[in-house]
């Protein structure tokens, strides 16, 4: 949610083409009516996202994991830590980096809409640092406006202000 939080302070150079890039993937898998079973569920699966961690932190963790593999006892200096990859590692990290991104600028947004609090990352924070999840969160007895109170109403709704947010648009296929 750190995150998540973060992306609502970009300037509107960074966000409008992930909201524009997000919803030509939404529409893709709307149309192919694969919203659940597509490989870009990743992208709609709202309760994961919010159980997840930043990809970058997995894999830096995995990075020094296998650092440590070949070299016991080693560490990062002053926590810096340099490695290149390319190929099919390098594709997977870079598409669920565009994933997570595109996911927490949407629900940002999506947040802000459903509870008209441009504040409720302070309140959802304040929640995890009593040691709440998400779910805990949206259960407790806290106002959200417009927010359904439990994980699956909650990526019901969320899928349902999507095709309000992405309509199909008549001059252009969906295919």
């Given at each position: 949610?750190?995150?998540?939080?973060?992306?609502?302070?970009?300037?509107?150079?960074?966000?409008?083409?992930?909201?524009?890039?997000?919803?030509?993937?939404?529409?893709?898998?709307?149309?192919?009516?694969?919203?659940?079973?597509?490989?870009?569920?990743?992208?709609?699966?709202?309760?994961?996202?919010?159980?997840?961690?930043?990809?970058?932190?997995?894999?830096?963790?995995?990075?020094?994991?296998?650092?440590?593999?070949?070299?016991?006892?080693?560490?990062?200096?002053?926590?810096?830590?340099?490695?290149?990859?390319?190929?099919?590692?390098?594709?997977?990290?870079?598409?669920?980096?565009?994933?997570?991104?595109?996911?927490?600028?949407?629900?940002?947004?999506?947040?802000?809409?459903?509870?008209?609090?441009?504040?409720?990352?302070?309140?959802?924070?304040?929640?995890?640092?009593?040691?709440?999840?998400?779910?805990?969160?949206?259960?407790?007895?806290?106002?959200?406006?417009?927010?359904?109170?439990?994980?699956?109403?909650?990526?019901?709704?969320?899928?349902?202000?999507?095709?309000?947010?992405?309509?199909?648009?008549?001059?252009?296929p969906e295919s």
């Amino acid at each position: 949610m750190d995150e998540t939080a973060a992306v609502l302070m970009e300037p509107e150079n960074l966000a409008g083409p992930r909201i524009s890039q997000f919803g030509d993937r939404y529409r893709k898998l709307r149309a192919s009516g694969s919203l659940s079973t597509a490989p870009d569920n990743a992208l709609v699966d709202l309760p994961a996202f919010f159980a997840s961690t930043h990809p970058g932190a997995e894999r830096g963790r995995a990075l020094i994991a296998a650092m440590q593999k070949e070299n016991p006892g080693a560490t990062p200096k002053e926590g810096m830590m340099i490695r290149a990859s390319s190929g099919p590692e390098a594709e997977k990290f870079a598409e669920s980096a565009i994933h997570y991104y595109l996911q927490a600028t949407l629900t940002a947004e999506y947040l802000v809409a459903r509870t008209k609090d441009p504040a409720i990352f302070a309140r959802i924070g304040a929640a995890f640092g009593r040691g709440e999840t998400m779910a805990a969160w949206l259960a407790n007895a806290e106002p959200k406006g417009e927010l359904p109170r439990d994980l699956n109403a909650l990526q019901d709704d969320w899928l349902a202000w999507l095709d309000q947010r992405f309509p199909i648009e008549p001059d252009r296929p969906e295919s």
